[in-house]
């Protein structure tokens, strides 16, 4: 089965505000996580990633948390606009070749 | 920059019907390549990857192969459609130390 999996299948915010996605992990061995973003009718799109080495990782109003000791990852995105509505995935490589394990994703809702 | 592309975008067909989606890379060499599928509400499954060209891993058994004649071409068939074989097929690629980029997929339904 998936070794991957997400808190909430679907998460409601209001614009403006700030957004936490959530992910827990299984294999204590997997060394690098990314966060993908999809849109409806597209493939997914590489959002941010992170390597165990790693606590925290910013990019542009997003934010990754990797916490080892209870194998849990967040996507944290600022100031939340209605163009981040999508599915949000976190996915997990503990192999070679970037086979990633991807979690069922979480449906981010905007509302105006 | 590196692109992929994937065609084609919808396909309708019916069961028993044979089957070809292409995916190309342009702009990297050597890159590793992906065929996912995507059930509706569900996550990515790795069907196929390929390290080189002629060079298939298969993932999960079932009615679907993958070719890789060239090395930015990815190919995924199947002789026999089957109506579990609808989906969203994605295909994506890497190279060393870089995260997978995909496609915008191809949507099959089978009838």
């Not at chain 1, 089965?1 to 992990?25: F, K, M, R, W």
């Not at chain 1, 194998?71 to 976190?90: E, M, N, R, W």
Request: aromatic letters at 10%; charged letters at 15%.
């Amino acid at each position: 089965g998936e070794s991957v999996g997400l808190h909430l299948p679907t998460l409601s915010v209001q614009e403006g505000d700030n957004s936490i996605i959530n992910c827990a992990y299984s294999n204590s061995a997997s060394d690098y996580f990314i966060w993908y973003k999809q849109e409806s009718g597209k493939g997914p799109q590489f959002i941010i990633d992170i390597r165990s080495n790693m606590d925290k990782r910013q990019g542009q109003r997003v934010t990754v948390l990797l916490n080892k000791t209870v194998k849990h990852l967040s996507l944290q995105i600022a100031a939340t606009q209605p163009g981040d509505s999508a599915v949000y995935f976190c996915a997990e490589n503990s192999g070679s070749n970037y086979k990633l394990t991807f979690g069922k994703g979480t449906l981010l809702t905007v509302n105006p | 920059s590196q692109t992929i592309h994937q065609w084609p975008a919808t396909l309708v067909q019916p069961v028993g019907s044979p089957l070809s989606l292409e995916c190309t890379v342009e702009g990297t060499s050597n890159p590793n390549l992906y065929w996912y599928r995507q059930a509706a509400g569900r996550g990515l499954q790795l069907l196929f990857y390929s390290v080189g060209i002629g060079q298939i891993s298969s993932e999960v058994p079932q009615n679907l192969s993958a070719s890789r004649p060239q090395d930015r071409q990815f190919i995924l068939s199947s002789k026999k459609l089957l109506l579990s074989d609808s989906g969203f097929y994605l295909c994506a690629w890497s190279v060393l130390d870089s995260p997978l980029h995909f496609g915008n997929g191809t949507r099959l339904t089978v009838t």
